[in-house]
């Protein structure tokens, strides 16, 4: 479901929003989306990730360096708009069920990060997971009473992602929790702490402060000087750091949070969250069951019939289908590798692929041609082009479609087609207030999506 | 795999032979193509089964009256062409994995036979199932010396699909074989015999031949004749009257055949029979699999991933997905019947049809539109048809398409393409020696296979 192209963030797991999206949402009312920064890689900020970023406030890392430098230049950013801002640093790709809950905690978060304290969310933990840190405290008690004011627990250390052992000895012990990397504190109180405790770091953002100050944008600012910053953890860098100082420690606060957290990293987490029915399955999109016993389904259009199974996960996806059994879904990075190894493409991207100007989907991929179908939004226009390799048949079955091949320029309407020779100047523009949609047939010795030259984008692209 | 419109034994299970031509060719050399007639229902010879059928001389049933009328037309077929030919009777749609053990069963049964003999395979059973019938013997001995001239089992019974506890019985006794529904006998002799055991059959098979020695032909008869035939099988309707009569029970043998018979009643039978890799899983197409054991998945060119699995099958086609645990694999029915009930309709028919002139795919159907890959034969030649309810678009992609289009006739190489507007006759034609493949992209308000007018057609069918 997620590919490399369409990081998991990007994906619609349980309802017509994004994972990020829900992150978004899930703040609202207390922080309303435009005050929402979101931190992201450069290049997995292109093709389809930009279309679900467009709405937001963006930072790009032009390379990776972990959460620390990640974290330090969205301080930046906060405080250069309020220089007594309270940040709360989110992964945009966990899910929370109990988002009442979720927020009574974060009400809480901020006001003691308004008195100065560094909080993270404790996931109180249901078994001796070892894919997550911990974090241990100084007594557990996930009482009610232990959530108000600047009563979150003491924080004593993070631990790493432990072994079976240690997991299960953290479990027994009850003063450990699961480490969500949810935080909330003031952007000046965590740049304080990396000036104090990550000065290598505390170094590159002054030269980024100082270009600003000159006039730069922070972006350009990024750019220039993120590549220099220590690629290290948030946590490691700077919050054991400040566990482990006499006069910070008292800071650091956790709050335990029962909000039926997970960051989905198996599809087993996904069915545990799901809405079941009386067998304990979740289904989802066209399926049909029978004898089916704590199954997982997710389809779109295309049938799945599951047939007397039990504890199975089935992904269903137009190109691809996964089959895995409850505890041992973490082993799809397996076929993955598999796939990868063997030059298979179905990890790369999926046959529809989100534009700002709309969508396109593969409706098959031959050696001699390449058959789509693209919508394109009211208002959206794709640049102006033209291909070295193929030439394109188009035939309009929705919308009008303004349609710009050499020369000329005219309006399409529904059975009506055009035929773009290779190297002919082109653009496809939606002028109507309903979605156009074409098929369009390519035929051409060289079919890729990078046979492209862009003359004029509405989006930036040329 | 099957559908509603393309019943098994026109299915590729194992290998690039539909069950049928499987069947064929495993009675050569014994008996050779052109001594093959098919007994099959006329309604379901249309459409894709039609192109499987060509090569061999049919017969069609009009009605369905089960196997002993069904025999019956056979055997006057046959004897009309050889007074004194023996017929061997076969399921189209089993498998059998001892080809060679077969063979000799075979050559043994019809020396059997042309002495008189009525004789039945029975399959030496593994297990006490309950979805076949039973044939209960004198003895049970399946050594070789047994399978010698004349000297196979004298049959005492014939057991309907007897319960659970009833099988168990029937293994236990070692005297009883399943029933595969294959006989050998000499036509003469299985028609004296049902006018001796069914004389209602008997007169309908008169009247027909009356029909045949006025001039009419054997299928013309059979139009005519076959639905007052009364509806029962050979084995209740004839056999168990053999067996019963004093004179000719000792007449009726059993060949036991251990030669990997089964009727592929289920995907756990498709799976026994498979050759299997180290972890005993059974992979065709384009699969991936880690810790997967005991499982069947049969692919096409969509990726299926099986992960941490264990005694299932997976089936994948292009509209429908099955995942299905062993010894379940019978519930299948309950799904189809899910899906008719709710308007479903993956199981009428595949996304790719075959017909004499070569196949189409269906890329996408939706509303408004309807896209297809289109294939024709060197040779073949579509209909000259028309349609009242949708224009349709052609792009040539491959080899060189003939195509009528109103009063003009012209050849299309690939990259050019062709409009065919509503009520237009037109023809597709391959007159080259390459395949000929266009993308159609039809568009109108009606969209279904039956808005079609023939005007002449090639293969009969305008």
Redesign the interface.
């Known amino acids: 479901v997620s590919r490399q192209s369409l990081p998991k963030q990007f994906v619609k797991l349980f309802t017509d929003d994004t994972l990020l999206e829900a992150t978004i949402k899930r703040q609202s009312p207390i922080i309303p989306p435009e005050h929402v920064t979101i931190v992201t890689a450069a290049a997995a900020a292109k093709g389809e990730p930009m279309v679900h970023l467009a709405p937001y406030r963006t930072l790009l890392e032009p390379v990776a360096r972990n959460t620390a430098p990640a974290i330090a230049i969205a301080a930046l950013d906060a405080i250069a708009r309020d220089g007594d801002a309270v940040m709360v640093v989110l992964p945009s790709d966990h899910m929370i069920t109990d988002v009442a809950g979720y927020q009574r905690c974060l009400g809480e978060a901020i006001k003691a990060a308004q008195a100065g304290a560094f909080v993270t969310f404790g996931i109180v933990p249901t078994h001796p997971e070892t894919g997550y840190g911990y974090i241990q405290c100084t007594t557990r008690n996930a009482a009610p009473a232990q959530l108000s004011g600047k009563s979150g627990l003491h924080v004593s250390a993070f631990k790493e992602k432990p072994d079976r052992a240690a997991a299960e000895r953290f479990i027994a012990s009850t003063t450990y929790y699961w480490n969500s990397g949810m935080f909330v504190w003031k952007a000046s109180a965590i740049l304080a702490a990396i000036k104090a405790h990550l000065p290598a770091l505390h170094d590159v953002l002054t030269c980024m402060q100082t270009d600003v100050a000159a006039g730069a944008t922070l972006q350009a600012a990024i750019h220039q000087h993120f590549a220099y910053a220590p690629s290290i953890s948030i946590d490691h860098g700077v919050l054991e750091a400040v566990a482990a100082s006499p006069y910070n420690a008292q800071k650091l606060l956790l709050i335990p949070a029962n909000i039926g957290w997970s960051d989905i990293g198996s599809w087993d987490a996904v069915h545990k969250l799901a809405d079941k029915d009386a067998n304990g399955n979740s289904l989802r999109g066209h399926v049909?069951?029978?004898?089916a016993y704590n199954t997982q389904v997710q389809a779109g259009k295309?049938?799945?019939?599951?047939?007397?199974?039990?504890d199975?996960s089935?992904i269903?996806t137009p190109?691809?289908?996964?089959?895995?059994?409850h505890?041992?879904?973490q082993?799809?990075r397996?076929?993955v590798e598999?796939?990868k190894a063997?030059s298979?493409r179905?990890h790369i991207e999926h046959l529809t692929a989100h534009r700002p100007w709309g969508s396109y989907t593969v409706?098959?991929d031959?050696a001699?041609?390449k058959?789509k179908?693209i919508v394109v939004k009211p208002g959206g226009r794709l640049s102006l082009q033209s291909h070295d390799h193929r030439?394109e048949?188009w035939?309009v079955?929705?919308g009008i479609a303004t349609v710009t091949n050499g020369e000329t320029v005219r309006d399409l309407k529904?059975?009506q087609?055009t035929?773009i020779p290779v190297g002919e100047k082109h653009r496809l523009e939606n002028k109507g207030a309903d979605v156009v949609?074409l098929?369009e047939?390519q035929?051409?010795g060289y079919l890729g999506e990078d046979d492209i030259r862009r003359y004029d984008d509405l989006y930036g692209r040329a």
Chains 1, 2 share one sequence.
């Not at 049909?288 to 004898?291: I, P, V």
């Not at 049938?303 to 007397?308: C, D, F, K, Q």
């Not at 190109?319 to 059994?325: C, E, I």
């Open positions: 049909l069951t029978h004898n295309r049938l799945v019939a599951a047939v007397g199974v039990r199975i089935i269903d190109d691809a289908v996964l089959v895995t059994q505890g041992e879904a082993a799809v397996h076929v598999k796939l063997t298979g179905e409706l098959e031959a001699t041609h058959v179908r030439a048949h035939v079955v929705a529904p059975n087609s035929y949609e098929i047939v035929v051409g």
